[in-house]
């Protein structure tokens, strides 16, 4: 542990103020505090800010969209860059940043650093790659063209179980295609992305491109999905809320991308190699401590190699340390609040009275703590089969054959990841393709990339992040009709 835990070298990373064209405005009378949640005290605070701000931060992300948009995409890539030294530079306190508001233990937040940090480095190049289309005319003397063009003012809402790598995910292409944003991040870890518009700031991202807001999520929230000037809103967190504000954005005709809630399965098939299943049902389910929308809430295993599969997930399970974030030797940190302990407890004691036994970990030991828990023998219509945990809570379910893999697999409104183990080149095809979800993991746990297109399909939301599917999000196509040629 460090000797000062989560003391920032940099201490002007700790920022209690928004940005709104380019001027950090300071508190109001009742600021929100924000806490640890291992020691469980306040540590910094941020304005509580509603719609007048909000407005002010939306005029000023439209004054400067003009002058960004018509900046050489060459010149905004570079300006990405230098955010994306600059985000290296300062890894290791913006991973304190996270540990402190999040929990996650600090490899976590690192990890997420290189992660969320990879999407400026990515889209930094990709900025000059918004290529359009000249299309042969079907009628002589005209020259028909399909350009993009920048979408204008953008809102992006985050969640806070990745705080800088959900924003970064939306930042990075918003502006390498021209946009201008006003960032709302969780009330509960907006740190980080105070921190994060400090570097953009020093790396030249000029006043109004970045704004930021915190404060009273549904004034903050109506207020951009009510104005014209906001041409696009990019949400990422639960689907209730992703609902809601598809709904708002519905009278003025707003673009939305909508990164919903997730309730991902994980199938290992009796012919899966037993410690490639092992590894990937441990990465898909523990990353970030269970708070993921990808993370695996449902473990489904065939007959033919459930007992084997489950006795050494129990040995590495029944390894697994919670505590502080900040000791290297926990495997992971506190969950996010109390509601978030609730939850996972509810979840254990109704599979456990409907049959289900515990085989490591088991109930929380107070605070925000939650033990790494296996259950087996988990009955199929299990409460956690239904609703994402969110937590370290690890879910076995006996299955017979690869159909009925598969149905359970998509036996959820939602789609966002699903992962399968299996050595069977056959069942390879075959699950990839009937899995219900916008992402397919094959003999990993481990899918994100900044070069890849994520999102999810049914009630895990609409459109991608990451790839360039990604930066197609920010961008409109125009058609442009040329005649007497
Ligand atoms: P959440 O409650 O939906 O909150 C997400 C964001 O929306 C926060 O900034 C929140 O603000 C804000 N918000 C809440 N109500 C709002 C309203 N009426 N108007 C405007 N903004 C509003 O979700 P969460 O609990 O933070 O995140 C967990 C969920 O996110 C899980 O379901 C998870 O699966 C999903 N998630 C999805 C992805 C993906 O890529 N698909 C990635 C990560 C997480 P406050 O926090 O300030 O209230």
Redesign the pocket.
């Known amino acids: 542990m460090s000797q000062q835990r989560g003391q920032l070298n940099e201490t002007d990373l700790l920022e209690s103020r928004c940005l709104i064209g380019g001027t950090w405005l300071g508190g109001n009378a009742a600021p929100?505090a924000v806490d640890d949640p291992f020691t469980l005290e306040d540590f910094g605070q941020v304005p509580n800010l509603g719609e007048a701000e909000t407005q002010a931060a939306i005029e000023a992300a439209s004054e400067a969209l003009p002058t960004w948009a018509a900046r050489p995409a060459r010149e905004r890539g570079a300006i990405l860059r230098r955010w994306w030294e600059l985000i290296e530079l300062h890894r290791d306190d913006l991973a304190t940043l996270i540990t402190r508001e999040n929990g996650k233990s600090i490899r976590e937040a690192q990890g997420e650093i290189d992660y969320g940090n990879s999407y400026m480095e990515f889209y930094a190049d990709e900025a000059t790659r918004a290529l359009g289309e000249i299309i042969p005319s079907p009628i002589p003397g005209r020259r028909l063209l399909a350009e993009r063009e920048p979408v204008g003012v953008c809102a992006l809402?985050?969640?806070?179980?990745?705080p800088l790598a959900?924003l970064s995910?939306k930042v990075a292409p918003a502006l390498a295609a021209g946009c201008t944003v006003v960032c709302?991040?969780?009330?509960?870890?907006?740190l980080t992305a105070l921190a994060f518009a400090k570097l953009g700031e020093e790396a030249g991202v000029p006043p109004g491109v970045v704004n930021i807001v915190?404060?009273?999520?549904?004034?903050?929230?109506?207020a951009?999905?009510s104005s014209m000037t906001v041409r696009k809103l990019s949400?990422?967190?639960?689907?209730?809320?992703?609902v809601?504000?598809a709904e708002?954005c519905a009278a003025t005709m707003k673009r939305t991308s909508?990164?919903?809630?997730?309730?991902a399965p994980f199938v290992a098939f009796d012919d899966a190699d037993l410690e490639v299943a092992v590894d990937a049902a441990l990465t898909a389910k523990f990353r970030n401590g269970g708070?993921?929308?990808?993370?695996a809430n449902r473990i489904y295993a065939q007959k033919g190699i459930h007992d084997r599969f489950v006795s050494a997930l129990a040995e590495k399970i029944g390894a697994m340390t919670v505590g502080d974030g900040f000791d290297e030797s926990n495997t992971v940190g506190p969950v996010?609040d109390e509601r978030a302990v609730a939850k996972i407890d509810s979840h254990r004691e109704e599979a456990i009275a409907g049959g289900a036994q515990c085989l490591a970990g088991g109930p929380s030991p107070g605070g925000r703590l939650s033990r790494p828990t296996l259950l087996a023998g988990v009955a199929k219509d299990a409460q956690l089969t239904r609703e994402?945990t969110?937590g370290p809570l690890a879910a076995v379910i006996a299955f017979d054959t690869v159909e009925e893999g598969i149905a359970l697999a998509n036996n959820t409104p939602f789609g966002?990841a699903g992962y399968f183990c299996t050595s069977d080149q056959a069942t390879i095809a075959k699950a990839a393709r009937q899995f219900q979800t916008g992402m397919v993991g094959i003999n990993t746990g481990l899918i994100s990339s900044a070069h890849a297109p994520?999102?999810?399909v049914k009630m895990?939301?609409l459109g991608k992040?990451g790839s360039h599917h990604g930066l197609e999000e920010y961008l409109n196509v125009k058609y442009v009709c040329q005649a007497g040629l």
């Open positions: 929100i809402i985050t969640p806070w179980n990745f959900m995910r709302k991040p969780s009330e509960l870890t907006p915190t404060g009273e999520a549904r004034a903050i929230g109506g951009l999905t949400f990422t967190g639960s689907t209730p809320v992703g809601l504000l708002q909508l990164e919903l809630g997730g309730n708070q993921s929308c990808i993370a996010i994402e969110f966002l994520f999102g999810g895990s939301g992040e």
